[in-house]
C-alpha cells in the first residue's frame, strides 16, 4: 500500500511537489520515503530514508534537489524490514535506472536468483529492487529501448504492481506501469504528474488519467501522453476532469478513514488470501506451517495473547483451531498474561495477535513467552514491527494500513489469517475430513464477494443508526462463533461514539444483563441460521417481552425474526465459523453511522491511539 509521485515539467521544480505529495499518500504508509531527480547536469541521484515524508525532508536539507524531473516514494514494508536500504527508489546496478513500486512482485525470488547468478549484484531485499535489476539486465543485454525493456520484463514478473522508472540517459521521460495496483496521470499545460491517487495532482490540473490494469504510460516532454499495453499496441485514454477537494481524497472519496476501510475489505481479504488460498486445488498454504511444520504439528497447548479488537480476533481464532484441530486454545489478554506468572512451557505455542505489532503489552507478553521456551507465531499487519520480529515465524494480515483508530479491516483479516491456519494445520494433523475441508476452503474464498454484496446495506444502517442515537446503554449478543462477534460491535461503538455498550453471550442474558432491559436500551441480537437459532431467537422474545428495542443480524431471507424484531439487517447465508467476517460488518457500520450522528470525531476518537507502546 505505498504511495507514488511523479512530476516531470520544464519550469517547476519537481522536489516541492513531490514532497507535498507524498504527504498526501502518506496515510497509504509511512515507514520509509526516497525520491529520485535528475539535475540540469543530468545527474540522476537518489535519497531515502527510514521513517516519513518529514524525515525524509530533513534528510535532504543538505543535497543537490534541483531538477525538473523525478519520482518518489513512501513505503509501506511488504519485502524487507523497513530501511533506509529497502526504502524506495531502487537503482538498479549501472544506477542508469531508478524504480519505485507499489505492490508485491511475487516470483522476485525466481528472478533473483536468475540474476544473481548473472553477476548482478543486490543492495537491499526488496521485490522492487529485483525488477528494477531486470529491466536494466534486458535493456543492456538485449540493447532495447527502456519501453520495450520494461514491456519484456513485465511479462516475466508475477504479482501486482504500479511503478514509475526514471532513466539518466532520457531525462525528459517517466514511464509507468500498473497491474492492480493504482495509478493516476495528471496532465499539465507541458507537463505531466503521476500519483497513487489523484491527490498530488489536483492542485495543478484537474485532468487526469486513471490507468487501467496492463497500461503502460509513457510521459515525454514536448508530446503527448502515450498509453500501450506490454505487447506494446497503442490504446487511448480516456482523459477526465476531476471534481473533488483535497480533504475527500485523502480518504479516498470517503469522509472518514473508517468508512473507507470497513469499504476496503472485500479488497483487503482478497490480498490477505493471495498466494494462501489456492482454490483450484483446494488448498491452504501458510509458508509458516510449512517451515515450523513439527512444532505446530506437535503443540499441546495454544495459547493466544492481544488486546483489544485483536483479542476478540482471538476469541474466534479459539472455536476456530479447538474445531477443526482439537488443540485446546487459551485467549488471555496480553496485559494479564504478562503479569500473572502463567504456566507456559516449551510444548506450548503462543500466538500474537496485533495488528500495529507495537502493542507494548503484545510484545511483553511474546517475551515472556520466549523466555520460558514457547514457541511463538505472530499475526499482524504492519510489516517489520516489533511484534513480528521478536516472534519464530507468523503470518502477515495483508491488509494494507489502518488509519482509523477503530480497527475493522484488521479484524476481518486477523479472523481471515486465524481461519487459513486453523485449516492447514488441521489439514496437516489429519483432524479434518477432506469434505469438510474443501468445503470450508472453497467458502472462504467466496467471503470477499459476499462482504462486497453485503456492504450494499450502508443505506439502511445510515438510517437505522438515526433512530438509536438517542440511547445511553447497548447490549450486543452473540452464540458461538457469533459471541465475540457481539463483542467487537460493542467495542466499535464505545470506542467511536462513546455510548456504554457491552458485548454477551446470549445465554448468558438471564444471569444478569435482563435486569438492565427497557425501552431505552436497544439490543443488537446476532440471529443467524446457526445451531444456535432458535435459542437466541427466544432471546429476543424475551427482550420483547420487556419492552425492548431489538435489532436483529439475520440470515438472508428469515421471516420469523423480523416479525418481532424492531429493526432486522440481513447476512449473506455461510457457514457458521465464517459468520464473523460477515457479521462483523453491519456492526462496524451501525457503530460509524451513530457516531456521525452524534457529530463525535470518528477517526480519532478521544483518550485513544491506534498504537499503545505504553503500558
Ligand atoms: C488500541 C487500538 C485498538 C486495537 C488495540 C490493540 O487500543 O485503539 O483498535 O485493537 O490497540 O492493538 P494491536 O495493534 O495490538 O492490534
Given at each position: 500500500m505505498c504511495g507514488i509521485v511523479g512530476y516531470l515539467g520544464k519550469n517547476r521544480d519537481a522536489y516541492p511537489i513531490l514532497i507535498k505529495g507524498l504527504k498526501r499518500l502518506e496515510y497509504r504508509g509511512y515507514d520509509s520515503a526516497g525520491v529520485a531527480l535528475i539535475n540540469e547536469d543530468g545527474d540522476l541521484s537518489v535519497y531515502k530514508t527510514k521513517g516519513k515524508v518529514a524525515d525524509l525532508e530533513e534528510f535532504c536539507t543538505d543535497k543537490d534537489i534541483t531538477g525538473h524531473i523525478g519520482i518518489a516514494h513512501t513505503r509501506w514494508a511488504t519485502h524487507g524490514e523497513p530501511s533506509s536500504v529497502n526504502a524506495h527508489p531502487h537503482y538498479s546496478q549501472s544506477k542508469n535506472l531508478a524504480i519505485i513500486h507499489n505492490g508485491i512482485i511475487e516470483n522476485y525470488a525466481e528472478i533473483k536468483h536468475n540474476l544473481m547468478e548473472k553477476g548482478i549484484e543486490f543492495q537491499s531485499e526488496t521485490d522492487t529492487e529485483v525488477l528494477v535489476q531486470l529491466i536494466d539486465y534486458i535493456q543492456t543485454k538485449k540493447n532495447l529501448s527502456l519501453l520495450m525493456a520494461v514491456q519484456v520484463a513485465l511479462h516475466q514478473v508475477i504479482g501486482a504492481y504500479a511503478i514509475a522508472l526514471l532513466d539518466k540517459r532520457h531525462p525528459d521521460t517517466i514511464i509507468a506501469a500498473r497491474k492492480q495496483s493504482p495509478l493516476v496521470v495528471g496532465i499539465g499545460d507541458g507537463e505531466f504528474f503521476l500519483g497513487?491517487?489523484?491527490?498530488?495532482?489536483?492542485?495543478?490540473?484537474?485532468?487526469v488519467v486513471y490507468l487501467d490494469d496492463g497500461n503502460i504510460a509513457v510521459m515525454k516532454l514536448g508530446e503527448e501522453l502515450k498509453v500501450v499495453n506490454i505487447l506494446n499496441e497503442k490504446l487511448s485514454p480516456e482523459v477526465q476532469t476531476v471534481d473533488i477537494n483535497l480533504g475527500q481524497i485523502e480518504k479516498g472519496g470517503y469522509p472518514h478513514f473508517m468508512l473507507k476501510e470497513i469499504f476496503e475489505q472485500p479488497a483487503c481479504l482478497t490480498n490477505c488470501m493471495r498466494g494462501r488460498i489456492n482454490v483450484e486445488h483446494d488448498r491452504v498454504t501458510l509458508s509458516a506451517l510449512i517451515d515450523h511444520r513439527s512444532k505446530l504439528l506437535n503443540a499441546k497447548r495454544i495459547i493466544i495473547v492481544a488486546c483489544g479488537t485483536s483479542w476478540h480476533a482471538g476469541l474466534i481464532g479459539k472455536q476456530m483451531i479447538e474445531t477443526f484441530c482439537r488443540i485446546p486454545v487459551e485467549v488471555e489478554y496480553a496485559s494479564e498474561f504478562r503479569y500473572r506468572?502463567?504456566?507456559?512451557?516449551?510444548?506450548?505455542?503462543?500466538?500474537?495477535?496485533?495488528?500495529s505489532g507495537e502493542t507494548a503489552d503484545t510484545l511483553a507478553a511474546v517475551e515472556l513467552a520466549k523466555s520460558r521456551g514457547a514457541f511463538i507465531y505472530g499475526i499482524c499487519n504492519a510489516i517489520g514491527s516489533s511484534i513480528p520480529r521478536a516472534t519464530d515465524t507468523g503470518t502477515y494480515i495483508h491488509v494494507g494500513p489502518e488509519i482509523g483508530v477503530a480497527s475493522t479491516k484488521a479484524f476481518t483479516g486477523q479472523v481471515t489469517v486465524l481461519t487459513m491456519f486453523a485449516l492447514a494445520l488441521a489439514d496437516?494433523?489429519?483432524?479434518?475430513?477432506?469434505?469438510?475441508?474443501?468445503?470450508?476452503?472453497?467458502?472462504?474464498?467466496?467471503?470477499?464477494?459476499?462482504?462486497?454484496?453485503?456492504?450494499?446495506?450502508n443505506d439502511q444502517i445510515a438510517d437505522m443508526a438515526r433512530t438509536f442515537t438517542y440511547a445511553r446503554n447497548f447490549l450486543y449478543l452473540?452464540?458461538?462463533?457469533?459471541?465475540?462477534?457481539?463483542?467487537?460491535?460493542?467495542?466499535?461503538?464505545?470506542?467511536?461514539s462513546y455510548i456504554h455498550a457491552e458485548g454477551y453471550p446470549a445465554a448468558e442474558m438471564k444471569h444478569g444483563p435482563i435486569a438492565l432491559i427497557d425501552s431505552d436500551m436497544p439490543v443488537v441480537a446476532i440471529a443467524t441460521h446457526n445451531g444456535m437459532y432458535e435459542k437466541v431467537r427466544s432471546n429476543i422474545q424475551e427482550i420483547k417481552a420487556r419492552q425492548g428495542r431489538v435489532?436483529?443480524?439475520?440470515?438472508?431471507?428469515?421471516?420469523?425474526i423480523s416479525k418481532i424484531a424492531d429493526a432486522v439487517i440481513e447476512l449473506p447465508d455461510t457457514m457458521d465459523c465464517l459468520e464473523p467476517l460477515v457479521a462483523t460488518i453491519p456492526l462496524q457500520l451501525l457503530a460509524y453511522h451513530i457516531a456521525v450522528c452524534k457529530g463525535k470525531d470518528v477517526d480519532q476518537p478521544r483518550n485513544l491511539a491506534k498504537s499503545v507502546t505504553v503500558e
Open positions: 497513487s491517487d489523484a491527490s498530488p495532482i489536483i492542485e495543478y490540473t484537474d485532468k506468572n502463567p504456566v507456559v512451557g516449551e510444548s506450548d505455542v503462543v500466538i500474537a495477535i496485533s495488528q496437516a494433523k489429519g483432524t479434518v475430513s477432506h469434505d469438510e475441508y474443501v468445503k470450508t476452503v472453497k467458502e472462504l474464498a467466496q467471503i470477499p464477494a459476499m462482504i462486497k454484496d453485503l456492504l450494499k446495506v452473540g452464540r458461538g462463533f457469533s459471541y465475540p462477534v457481539a463483542l467487537e460491535g460493542a467495542l466499535k461503538l464505545k470506542e467511536i435489532i436483529a443480524i439475520v440470515t438472508k431471507g428469515d421471516t420469523t
